[in-house]
Each structure stands twice: as structure tokens, then as C-alpha cells.
């Protein structure tokens, strides 16, 4: 009789290993597919910083492209990359006129670099591009070009703290 006793015993015990396992293994399936639900549809936080860097990135390239104009004296070309409400303000011709005068007044623009771009505390859709000027005649200063991204994701020239 105490045979039969440990093999129902040992049968059981196997049982109940086997039973055990299945539940560990199916628990585990269930964890991670809930896992891939959540996680499949919520952008991350590293999402979201590459996709500001990113624009940070847009801004300070289209600055740079406009002072890379007017140091060329392509001044057409930097009209172009000013936004709507400024392009409202002052005609291609007006901007030309101006841009020259500058030049003449201050000098050509012999280097440039954008030292910082930020997201505007006022106007989160828009950046603020810090520029390092120096002109022949007037030496260093700074400027700021605030920028707002257009319809088709390109950055434009919304306003500046002082004369190009």
C-alpha cells in the first residue's frame, strides 16, 4: 500500500509542476502582450525631445541660410525666407533698399554663427535663433530671429530684435 501512496504522491507532484508551469508561461503572455498594447501606441519622451530637437535643428539652419544670403548680398534669396507678415510689411524692392543700406552703413557681414536656438516662452510654435554677427565696420553684436514653421514644415523669419 505504501507503494501505490508514493506513486499517486509522485503523480500528483508532477501534476501539479506541469500546471504550475502552463500558468507561469500563459501569465507571461498575458504581461506582455498588454506590454506591446500600451507601449505600441504612446509616444515616448525620447520621441517627443528628437522630434523638438529636431525642429531646434530646422530653425537654426533656415537663420543660417538667411545670413549665408546676406553675406552674399543674395538678398532676393533672404526675402524668401522671411515669414508672411514680415514680407507683408516690406516689399522685395524695401528689403533690398534696406538690406544695402545696412550693408554700406555697418558693413558686409564677414562671419556669422548661430549660437542657440530655444522654443519661445510666449509662443511655443515658435523658436528664437541666436545669432553671432560681425560686420566689417561694426565689429560683433548679437541678434535674435524669432521663427515660426509654415504649413509645409519650413521655418520663416517671424520677427528680429534689430537690423540685420
Partial sequence: ??????????????????????????????????????????????????????????????????????QHQQYAAAYMLLAPPQQKQLTQYSFTLFAKEIDVKSGQINSFSVTQAQFDSASPNNVDVTIQVTRAQEGKYTIVLQEQENQNGTWQILQENGPF
Fill in 1 to 70: 500500500m505504501s507503494q501505490t501512496l508514493k506513486k499517486l504522491w509522485q503523480t500528483r507532484n508532477s501534476q501539479l509542476v506541469s500546471v504550475a508551469a502552463m500558468s507561469l508561461i500563459i501569465l507571461l503572455l498575458v504581461l506582455y502582450i498588454i506590454f506591446k498594447v500600451f507601449t505600441a501606441n504612446t509616444p515616448t519622451a525620447n520621441a517627443a525631445a528628437s522630434a523638438n530637437s529636431k525642429k531646434l535643428t530646422a530653425a537654426q539652419n533656415s537663420a543660417s541660410a538667411f545670413y549665408t544670403d546676406m
